[in-house]
T-cell receptor, first 111, second 111 residues
Framework: GQQLNQSPQSMFIQEGEDVSMNCTSS?????WLWYKQDPGEGPVLLIA?????ELTSNGRLTAQFGITRKDSFLNISASIPSDVGIYFC???????????FGKGTLLTVNP | SQTIHQWPATLVQPVGSPLSLECTVE??????LYWYRQAAGRGLQLLFY??????ISSEVPQNLSASRPQDRQFILSSKKLLLSDSGFYLC??????????FGQGTRLTVV
């Protein structure tokens, strides 16, 4: 099946630093989504991207839909301790109802 | 606004016992519904999805089954649990777009 390669697997940063993570695939996706999961909770949708080249922001978060439609990145600026969690990318192929998820990036922010 | 409820939050069951996890969605009609499992390795694995009452698609052959007896109710079941069924189970819903919204999850431990 389709796979999303998400990197890095984990990040340890200091409060105030900027963070960047990305997802790549050999398949072309119609939609890219970014989620955040806190421990013991369900993932929460952060940003949805629907067009190639689209750049969307949500507060300190910015995500882009790659021009080739095979990749996406998420940036977090000026990180704070509550940014800690696992960040997942997810993509949708065609009109399929299903999402393919990356394996997640575990973010740790040291105060 | 739409809400999704999933219960129980945690469950400890002996090997060989049956399982029933329930998920309900409020505030929308005819949603697409999904069951995911998240193992310790963090990835989200799609188990089942449903586009309507009585319509279930299975993604992974396994010891589990799903049913959708009502429009906004999705149930995950097993007749006899295995140790390997332990994990974090997540229910999600979506409308026509790709954006999926997750419940709080059920932590299942099979002992």
């Amino acid at each position: 099946g389709q796979q999303l390669n998400q990197s890095p697997q984990s990040m340890f940063i200091q409060e105030g630093e900027d963070v960047s993570m990305n997802c790549t695939s050999s398949s072309i996706f119609n939609t890219w989504l970014w989620y955040k999961q806190d421990p013991g909770e369900g993932p929460v949708l952060l940003i949805a991207l629907y067009k190639a080249g689209e750049l969307t922001s949500n507060g300190r978060l910015t995500a882009q839909f790659g021009i080739t439609r095979k990749d996406s990145f998420l940036n977090i600026s000026a990180s704070i301790p509550s940014d800690v969690g696992i960040y997942f990318c997810a993509g949708q192929l065609g009109s399929n109802y299903k999402l393919t998820f990356g394996k997640g990036t575990l973010l740790t922010v040291n105060p | 606004s739409q809400t999704i409820h999933q219960w129980p939050a945690t469950l400890v069951q002996p090997v060989g016992s049956p399982l029933s996890l329930e998920c309900t969605v409020e505030g929308t009609s005819n949603p697409n519904l999904y069951w995911y499992r998240q193992a310790a390795g963090r990835g989200l694995q799609l188990l089942f999805y449903s586009v309507g009452i009585g319509q279930i698609s299975s993604e992974v052959p396994q010891n589990l089954s799903a049913s959708r007896p009502q429009d906004r109710q999705f149930i995950l079941s097993s007749k006899k649990l295995l140790l390997s069924d332990s994990g974090f189970y997540l229910c999600a819903w979506s409308r026509q777009g790709a954006e999926a919204f997750f419940g709080q999850g059920t932590r299942l431990t099979v002992v």
